[in-house]
């Protein structure tokens, strides 16, 4: 067989397993199949083929679906803009999809397809949510088409895989090929619940729209969900954009490949016209991805808060994107069993985006690994998790388990100033070996710690004390139960808003919860009778109020822009909803349009040195809290 027929057979075999929910291989091999074709058959109809099309009911697009070039060098980005201003936004990592409006009302959906048609997705949007009316003046009433993505966040995506293995199906392993794994489900659609719709893209004839800014505006005035998106003008605004973006990849709600360029301008977006295969006034930003091979030196065995065993391969140092890297995490017994990976064996890895590196796929095997039957920090036997997915420590005095119970506590309820190697000493001098414990701290027994001296002692036991009244969700989380996330935790709140409430919930109650399954609600109560309930009577001894949701909810923030930077004691999502739940908009560069600049350390950021040459305000978050 030529390399050329090799390459188009296997890119449309990885095609196929992905969109039907079982690739093997990762997005970044796959994208390097796809170059190679590109430089020996540039003209390949695999190339152009955008999606996978089944042999099902297809729609012609109305507008053909094109799929964006791509640039993986922000220089490449800025010739290419040849200093057009543009609109730039997250690039959702999901499955396409485009919705027909007749008369304002929604009539179908369907899949990218192959560009020209698309499957009919209309059933599977019967469970997600988007709006189904047009309701603003430009749109109301009209023949409209709306692209976007469908997604799933992240807390979502656990909720899913949960539900699933309630369903006794199997428990999905990869957010990244679920979406596409549930629009070819033939049963099951109700799990479409656990989906979003992001819109990015809009048609109407009878319309006039001149730039990319109207679409999104339009957008979410008919309340859809769009992506993260601002206005840039020139290098050093994309360059903003690219280090918010970095350092976004791994904590945002969703999956993103990329970002997307669109010409702000719409005649001139148009006038730029299309190649066979992708508009010219659109583009995709993507990171290079690298792939390295190297030999698993040694498993390192670990075990976290929850008494799940850990597994990082240690590995011979390899370059990888301009670094060396020495480790990478196995995630799971069953990964390490699934993927035959054992000490000795060759493996690859790949880095993309400048973050944590990966393991991709084992190239030489090297026998079975035996997986440990002792903990490797109490001694005690090592049972399967229910899902069959974890190795489990069951011994709930195990030190490394109780150490991190204690530390997830501290960082859930937000208590500042001590860091592991404090954390370490304070329990080996059994000064807090609970939680509870903290509350009981003093100034003089901790000063005398390495190096800790009075002025951080005081300050440490200051910070506890501020922290001393916690909301019921922030409990929950800080309870640092397996799967009982802050999302999770806020669902649970909102019907259980007090500990009392939640006491007579049995594992049925807690079910109805849309979105929570049997093992969630059992990890729930199994630890509530283990450790929660007397915690929070200790709790509450020691002067600690936890109190019901008060979630402000106004709009004290509306028609404000703000833009978060700096070291922060929340979390920068924490911050960005509670400016949303008040009526507030966040972006991430600031421009004439900031009201806002939140920052703790005004002098040491770049973000902040802009907001003073603009005038902006600049205030820390404590101020923005007491607004
Ligand atoms: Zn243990």
Redesign the pocket.
């Given at each position: 067989m030529s390399k050329q027929k090799e390459l188009e057979k296997k890119i449309i075999y990885h095609k196929q397993q992905y969109y039907t929910g079982r690739a093997e291989i990762s997005d970044a091999e796959y994208d390097n199949l796809e170059e190679e074709l590109k430089n020996i058959a540039p003209d390949s109809y695999v190339l152009s083929q955008v999606g996978f099309t089944f042999e099902t009911k297809k729609i012609k697009h109305n507008y053909p679906m094109l799929s964006l070039d791509k640039r993986r060098n922000p220089d490449e980005i800025i010739s290419w803009m040849d200093g057009e201003p543009c609109m730039v936004s997250y690039k959702m990592d999901g499955s396409s999809a485009s919705l027909v409006y007749e008369n304002g009302i929604f009539k179908l959906a369907k899949s990218r397809g192959d560009g020209i048609f698309g499957e009919n997705l209309t059933s599977y949007f019967k469970y997600i949510k988007f709006p189904a009316i047009l309701f603003c003046d430009p749109l109301k009433g009209k023949t409209v088409e709306i692209r976007g993505e469908v997604c799933i966040s992240r807390n979502s995506f656990y909720l899913l895989a949960d539900k699933m293995s309630s369903k006794k199906l199997e428990r999905p392993k990869s957010i990244r090929n679920i979406v596409a794994g549930l629009l070819h489900k033939k049963n099951d659609l109700e799990l479409c619940t656990y989906l979003d719709f992001i819109a990015y893209e809009l048609f109407c004839d009878d319309l006039k729209i001149e730039t990319e800014q109207e679409k999104f505006n339009i957008l979410e005035c008919e309340k859809f969900k769009t992506p993260w998106h601002t206005s840039i003008k020139n290098k050093t605004e994309f360059n903003t954009v690219l280090e918010e973006y970095q350092n976004s990849i791994e904590s945002g709600d969703y999956l993103t490949d990329g970002l997307v360029l669109a010409i702000n301008n719409l005649k001139i977006q148009r006038d730029r016209g299309i190649t066979a295969h992708h508009p010219k006034g659109k583009m995709a930003f993507k990171f290079k991805s690298d792939v390295a091979e190297t030999t698993i030196e040694n498993i390192i065995v670990d075990?976290g808060r929850t008494?799940k065993i850990t597994f990082v391969a240690q590995l011979s140092p390899v370059e990888l994107s301009g670094a060396t890297v020495r480790n990478v995490t196995l995630n799971n017994a069953k990964y390490i069993e699934n993927n035959n990976i054992n000490t000795g064996c060759q493996i690859e890895i790949t880095r993309s985006g400048e973050v944590i590196p990966k393991y991709l796929k084992t190239i030489k095997e090297n026998g079975v690994y035996e997986l440990p039957q002792q903990?490797?920090?109490?001694?005690?036997n090592l049972e399967r998790s229910v899902t069959g997915i974890d190795l489990m420590?069951k011994?709930f005095k195990?030190?490394?388990?109780l150490k991190g119970k204690i530390a997830n506590w501290i960082d859930v309820t937000g208590i500042e100033n001590i860091g592991p190697s404090t954390l370490d000493r304070l329990y080996d001098l059994k000064l807090v070996t609970t939680p509870i414990d903290l509350y009981s701290l003093k100034g003089e027994d901790i000063a005398d710690i390495d190096g800790l001296g009075k002025k951080s002692a005081d300050k440490i036991i200051e910070n506890i004390n501020t922290s001393k009244n916690l909301k019921f969700a922030t409990f929950l989380t800080a309870l640092g139960i397996d799967g009982l996330g802050k999302g999770v935790a806020a669902l649970i709140a909102e019907k259980y808003p007090s500990f009392e409430h939640l006491q007579s919930a049995t594992v049925e109650d807690l079910k109805s919860i849309n979105g929570i399954g049997e093992i969630l609600a059992g990890n729930l109560i199994d630890g509530m009778n283990k450790f929660g309930s007397e915690l929070y009577k200790d709790l509450l001894s020691k002067g600690v109020k936890i109190t019901g949701e008060t979630v402000k909810k106004g709009d004290v923030f509306k028609d404000k822009t703000f833009v978060i930077t700096g070291k922060l004691s929340k979390s920068r999502k924490e911050i960005a909803d509670f400016i949303k739940q008040n009526g507030g908009k966040v972006t991430g560069s600031v421009s004439k349009n900031t009201t806002f600049l939140v920052c703790n350390e005004p002098s040491e950021s770049s973000k902040s040195k802009k907001a003073k040459s603009l005038n902006i305000s600049i205030i820390s978050e404590d101020e923005l809290f007491k607004i």
């Open positions: 075990v008494g903990c490797p920090s109490c001694g005690g420590c011994n195990c030190t490394a388990q």
